[in-house]
């Protein structure tokens, strides 16, 4: 059994490095920029969990050639400002795309 949670664990993160690898090469980016953009997720995500009033898990960040999209769902119009200000606030972030949807 525990065998078995480490196989799917070596293979899900086998499929994270595939998927990775076609997408620099699908969306045209240089590796260099490629991993600026996934420190600039990073970062972002690392700042909303340290944030009591957003809820990290419900909103998804992506990052493209410096450009953060936000998505997912916050609970109030000050959860969705804050997170979009967090994303604007980071370093090397061009432009901000906020797509989160506030659920009532």
Do not use: W
Not at 7 to 33: D, K, W, Y
Not at 35 to 40: E, K, L, R, S, Y
Not at 58 to 84: C, D, H, W, Y
């Amino acid at each position: 059994m525990k065998y078995a949670r480490a196989i799917a664990f070596a293979m899900l993160a086998g499929a994270t490095i595939v998927s990775t690898g076609c997408s620099v090469a699908r969306q045209q980016q240089s590796v260099g920029e490629y991993v600026d953009d996934a420190g600039i997720t990073t970062a972002i995500k690392a700042k909303m969990a340290e944030d009591k009033n957003v809820a990290a898990t419900s909103i998804s960040v992506e990052t493209l050639n410096g450009t953060v999209q936000l998505s997912g769902f916050a609970k109030s119009q000050a959860e969705k400002e804050r997170a979009e200000a967090i994303a604007r606030n980071t370093k090397h972030v061009r432009d901000v795309r906020n797509s989160v949807v506030v659920r009532p």
